[in-house]
């Protein structure tokens, strides 16, 4: 792709007339919020659109998106979706039937009840949408939103502070289990229009609390959109939260996500991210320690092909002693599709006894592929154990003889061993029809 | 069964195999030995279709068909087996996939009905209880952390499964503990019919104690040099390579 090649060229003009679009289009939001603009998230929202007009889209001299060239979302002037109301039927297959658990919805950005299952507790546990917090004065949000993603630095996140309206609300008080996993959709149906949808998600687990997230993005056509997620989690004292991302975007869409983790003492969170989807897709997930004897698993798989980009940026702060972390990403790319891998570690001075491992595997389907990775530790303390590998490689050679030398074809062979290299991240996740549904996935792309 | 003639391969430039002639009926075992580096291996990988050993000249019919036009996978699902000298450890695909899998693909191709999960495993079943082999490992990844040993079982287990017109054994025999050396030998032994045939790489003649061999060939610098009897197996035995080479620098 042109645009791609020549990314470090992105103009001042088209920077600046793209900030001036959004800028410009804040004010027709702004004026649609009716009551709104009184709460306080709205001060938030005025300061972020006030950094955002200070701020510059990234170019590739920016050393966090050096291999990242972002001018292909630049070129469209996108604009805010628009409430649709969908029919069960059409949203059916994007939902785990198995799982009985809350369903949220939310197309184009928008919080859609009929489409939603709520469960009703009476134990202070809150399954709901942003928008309706933002309405009902919520002090939760008040208190959590905005605090943890950058607004100030990062030009996305300014953006989504800005716009914020809506995305999945979940409150667990301390003590308290969301027993079975959360589904939490966010579907675009933009009808060729070039719309942009903004998730803002605030996920709070209180002290000793439990609950198992599956976030899912898809589109109902293969149009250009643009999603620019925000999430943030507050994982309390000794609380348990797992977070699944499945980014399933249509393939010629855009996917810029950031998730930021805040870990307070002894709190136990995992994530899974995994990309499929988007033309160009990124995600920024950052988790910090801020008490001692946390844990924390982030776990990803990409599987791309076509021109796909798939960038992941990770950064887990041991800024406390006592907390072990553990990464494991894992990539597969076929065609012309590329790779980007950067995962740092900060060990803070005082963080002794820290264990922090990393590792980033990556299987080259084409000569066209590419993938850039890079492990970064940053370690100010001295008694820890660190250890971080990356490998970029083809399936191996001998073992696709052995398995053909037993009958098994090409496609077969090659898809059995994808399978395998997947499976270390893939049978690690516990809900089982998420598992299920990742081996289908693997099985199909490969074994025609 | 088997025609090999005047057969020429190289690997990265270097002629390994410099005209083999040799030929396999149904029904027989034959016996190829040889000094280290002379060319059992590469005669095996590139009868198992290997693409990186380069056939230069020379023929190999197989049942009637051209045996070098065919992929890796249909010569496998022809009917050729071949026991690695050093199976391949494969993380993360467990024994039992595999086994399923490559099973069905050979009678898909033959035009054979799809075994089910648990024709499948009754099937396994026998053949587990035939190699004497623990259960344990079938269902581990396939040869991953396997002891020397229980991988050789193991490609005789695969071989047992898949029931192959023409098993090639590469040095299965290295390695074994005298029970399993015995087991082994069993499972090639009830394998063996009118319709099959086996070719075993072996350095011992102990081995052909247990599969007794119809033929036995050495092979030397990429040629075969001798041929004979089960009888020649102890002569090599007693005397050695060196008997040979000297012959065969004499001709
Ligand atoms: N990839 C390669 N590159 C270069 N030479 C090779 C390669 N593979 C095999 N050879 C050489 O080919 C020759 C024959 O090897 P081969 O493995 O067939 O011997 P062998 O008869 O099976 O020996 P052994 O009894 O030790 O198993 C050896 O000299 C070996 O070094
Ligand atoms: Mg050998």
Not at chain 2, 31 to 57: D, F
Not at chain 2, 97 to 112: D, F, P, Q, S, V
């Given at each position: 792709m042109v645009e791609r090649a020549e990314g470090t060229r992105i103009t001042m003009n088209q920077n600046s007339d793209i900030k001036t679009w959004y800028i410009k289009n804040f004010e027709t939001f702004e004026n649609n919020l009716n009551g709104e603009s009184t709460k306080p998230i709205h001060q938030i929202r005025r300061e972020a659109i006030s950094n955002f007009s200070k701020l510059n889209f990234p170019t590739n001299h920016d050393e966090e998106w050096r291999f990242t060239s972002i001018s292909p979302i630049l070129k469209f002037n996108f604009e805010l979706g628009e409430r649709v109301d969908l029919k069960t039927s059409q949203i059916k297959k994007y939902l785990f039937k198995e799982i009985k658990g809350n369903i949220l919805v939310f197309v184009n950005g928008y919080f859609s009840p009929s489409l939603s299952i709520i469960k009703k507790y009476s134990d202070g546990i809150k399954v709901g949408s942003i928008s309706e917090e933002i309405k009902n004065n919520s002090s939760i949000i008040n208190q959590h939103l905005g605090k943890y993603a950058n607004y100030r630095e990062q030009i996305f996140t300014a953006l989504s502070t800005a716009f914020t309206i809506d995305g999945a609300f979940i409150y667990i008080p301390d003590n308290k289990i969301i027993e079975e996993p959360v589904q939490v959709l966010f579907i675009t149906s933009s009808f060729g229009k070039k719309i942009i949808s903004q998730p803002r998600n605030l996920y709070v687990a209180g002290k000793n609390s439990q609950a198992t997230i599956?976030?899912?993005?898809?589109?109902?056509?293969?149009?250009?959109?643009?999603?620019?997620?925000?999430?943030?989690?507050?994982?309390?004292?000794?609380?348990?939260f797992e977070h699944i991302k499945l980014q399933e975007e249509s393939s010629s869409s855009f996917h810029i996500s950031r998730t930021e983790v805040d870990q307070e003492r002894a709190s136990n969170f995992t994530s899974y991210s995994i990309s499929f989807g988007g033309e160009i897709a990124r995600h920024d997930i950052n988790s910090r320690f801020n008490d001692e004897g946390g844990e924390c698993s982030l776990n990803g798989l990409y599987l791309i092909r076509g021109n796909q980009l798939y960038d992941t940026h990770s950064l887990i702060d041991h800024a406390k002693p006592f907390c072990n972390s553990h990464e494991n990403y894992k990539g597969i790319l076929d065609d012309n599709s590329r790779g980007v891998f950067n995962g740092k570690v900060i060990v803070r001075r005082n963080a002794q006894k820290t264990n922090a491992f990393q590792e980033n595997k990556n299987i080259i389907l084409s000569s066209g592929a590419l993938v850039n990775t890079k492990p970064q530790l940053e370690i100010f303390a001295d008694d820890v154990k660190c250890s971080h590998g990356a490998t970029i490689g083809q399936l191996n050679e001998d073992s696709m003889f052995y398995l053909k030398s037993r009958g098994i074809g090409e496609e077969k062979a090659k898809a059995i061993l994808i399978h395998a290299f997947a499976s270390d991240v893939v049978k690690t996740i516990n809900v089982e029809e998420v598992k299920k549904y990742l081996e289908e996935i693997l099985e199909k792309r490969f074994n025609k | 069964?088997?025609?090999?003639?005047?057969?020429?391969?190289?690997?990265?430039?270097?002629?390994?195999?410099?005209?083999?002639?040799?030929?396999?009926?149904?029904?027989?075992?034959?016996?190829?030995?040889?000094?280290?580096?002379?060319?059992?291996?590469?005669?095996?990988?590139?009868?198992?279709?290997?693409?990186?050993?380069?056939?230069?000249?020379?023929?190999?019919?197989?049942?009637?068909?051209?045996?070098?036009?065919?992929?890796?996978?249909?010569?496998?699902?022809?009917?050729?087996?071949?026991?690695?000298?050093?199976?391949?450890?494969?993380?993360?695909?467990?024994?039992?996939?595999?086994?399923?899998?490559?099973?069905?693909?050979?009678?898909?191709?033959?035009?054979?009905?799809?075994?089910?999960?648990?024709?499948?495993?009754?099937?396994?079943?026998?053949?587990?209880?035939?190699?004497?082999?623990?259960?344990?490992?079938?269902?581990?990844?396939?040869?991953?952390?396997?002891?020397?040993?229980?991988?050789?079982?193991?490609?005789?287990?695969?071989?047992?499964?898949?029931?192959?017109?023409?098993?090639?054994?590469?040095?299965?025999?290295?390695?074994?503990?005298?029970?399993?050396?015995?087991?082994?030998?069993?499972?090639?032994?009830?394998?063996?019919?009118?319709?099959?045939?086996?070719?075993?790489?072996?350095?011992?003649?102990?081995?052909?104690?247990?599969?007794?061999?119809?033929?036995?060939?050495?092979?030397?610098?990429?040629?075969?040099?001798k041929s004979g009897g089960k009888e020649l197996a102890f002569e090599l035995e007693e005397k050695g390579y060196d008997w040979l080479k000297e012959q065969k620098e004499l001709v």
């Open positions: 599956i976030e899912r993005y898809v589109s109902l056509d293969e149009g250009v959109y643009f999603s620019n997620v925000v999430t943030e989690i507050i994982a309390g004292e000794n609380s348990k | 069964m088997l025609e090999i003639k005047n057969l020429h391969a190289s690997i990265e430039g270097k002629e390994i195999l410099k005209g083999i002639n040799f030929k396999v009926n149904a029904g027989e075992v034959h016996a190829i030995m040889g000094p280290n580096g002379s060319g059992k291996s590469t005669l095996a990988q590139v009868l198992a279709g290997r693409k990186e050993y380069e056939v230069t000249k020379g023929e190999v019919v197989f049942e009637g068909k051209n045996l070098l036009e065919l992929s890796p996978e249909d010569r496998a699902r022809e009917g050729i087996f071949l026991a690695f000298q050093y199976p391949v450890e494969i993380p993360g695909v467990s024994n039992t996939n595999l086994l399923k899998t490559a099973l069905n693909e050979i009678r898909r191709y033959r035009g054979l009905e799809q075994l089910d999960a648990m024709e499948f495993l009754t099937h396994l079943k026998k053949k587990t209880k035939l190699v004497e082999m623990d259960q344990a490992l079938l269902s581990r990844a396939v040869n991953d952390g396997f002891s020397g040993g229980e991988k050789k079982r193991n490609e005789i287990l695969q071989m047992a499964v898949l029931e192959p017109k023409l098993s090639i054994l590469d040095e299965t025999d290295s390695g074994l503990d005298i029970d399993a050396l015995r087991i082994v030998a069993n499972g090639v032994n009830k394998l063996k019919s009118h319709e099959r045939a086996t070719v075993v790489v072996t350095h011992y003649q102990r081995l052909l104690n247990y599969i007794v061999p119809d033929f036995v060939h050495v092979l030397y610098n990429g040629k075969i040099v």
